[in-house]
């Protein structure tokens, strides 16, 4: 309103000011009434400005209540903005630590993967060891308990330090040394037979007397030699038992001499005076052979004289 009127009164003021300027120059008498209608337009234009600061005020007060509300619209759209900025970001930060833990998660899945997976390998590795280490051991074992079967098998308990060939040699020549006329008492052929657990020979001189040794299979040394023998009641047969004892004295412990291999019969008491064979069991060492003496069972076997180590186990 106050602007219709400021501009209702400036245009009337300005035409009304026109006007009284021609009237002058025409020197009419309607002056009077154009300078009224000027002042008049005049009174307009005045009120009309003096409503204009209210018309304004008022606009400005709406201008000012629109632009608070625009301010709080942009304030809470603003607030909005940024709310669902923090929205995103938070959204965007928790998928991060999302993926984060995810990858973490994947990491120490594919860790504990890796680690279960050596120490599989470790204990596959591990059980395989100890199985060779046990196979190996078994194998030694059984190795060890066939050798040890094997050395007792092959074990030399006992020896009298010469083969059968050996002893023959040595029998032959005592024979041929003693100057004896009876061929009986050579030995010619000495065979060894072989057995589980040692060799042996065995040689009859006549039908009262044999000769029998036994071999360690280890190194087919001698390791004892019997004679057994029986008399048939006559002088001469007894006489080839002591000729047969004396040449197993004479063929293991060739460096005795005859008084020393009459020693070993004082010894065990064979040549003692009343000395009763049949009854006697005895044994003594000379220069490291045992020679043994047994009459005690004459009556079914016959007795026996026997020339070993005396280590024999």
């Known amino acids: 309103m106050g602007t219709f009127l400021v501009i209702t009164g400036m245009l009337g003021f300005i035409v009304m000011m026109i006007i009284l300027v021609i009237g002058a120059f025409k020197r009419k008498g309607k002056a009077k009434k154009h300078s009224l ?3 008049l337009f005049f009174v307009i234009l005045v009120i009309g400005v003096s409503m204009l600061p209210a018309t304004e005020q008022t ?6 209540e629109e632009t608070k509300s625009a301010d ?10 940024d709310k669902q900025a923090e929205e995103t970001e938070a959204k965007k930060q928790a998928e991060e630590e999302a993926a984060k833990k995810a990858e ?4 120490a899945k594919k860790q504990a993967e890796e680690e279960a997976a050596k120490k599989a390998e470790e204990e596959a590795k591990a059980k395989k060891q100890a199985e060779e280490e046990a196979a190996k051991k078994a194998k030694e074992e059984a190795e060890a308990k066939k050798q040890a079967e094997e050395e007792k098998k092959n074990a030399i308990p006992g020896t009298l330090g010469m083969t059968a060939n ?9 024979v041929n040394s003693l ?11 000495l065979e060894v037979s072989n057995g589980d657990v040692q060799g042996s020979f065995q040689k009859m001189l006549n039908q009262n007397i044999a000769v029998i040794g036994t071999i360690n299979k280890a190194d087919d040394s001698v390791r004892d030699v019997m004679i057994l023998a029986q008399g048939d009641g006559t002088p001469s047969s007894g006489a080839n038992m002591m000729i ?3 040449l197993l004295i004479n063929a293991t412990n060739p460096s005795l001499s005859a008084d020393q291999r009459g020693q070993v019969f004082h010894d065990l008491g064979i040549l003692d005076e009343g000395a009763d064979l049949l009854s006697l069991n005895n044994s003594v060492v000379t220069n490291g052979v045992e020679y043994s003496f047994d009459g005690t069972a004459a009556d079914s076997f016959g007795v026996t004289f026997s020339a070993g180590d005396p280590d024999d186990n």
């Open 104 to 107: 973490e998660e994947a990491k």
């Open 72 to 81: 709080t619209k942009n304030e809470e759209s603003v607030k909005e903005n």
């Open 166 to 174: 050996e002893f023959k040699s040595e029998w032959n020549g005592a």
């Open 244 to 246: 047969s004892f004396g």
């Open 179 to 189: 100057d004896i006329s009876d061929s009986m008492f050579q030995i010619d052929n």
């Open 59 to 64: 606009g400005g007060a709406d201008s000012s």
């Open 37 to 39: 209608l000027m002042g």
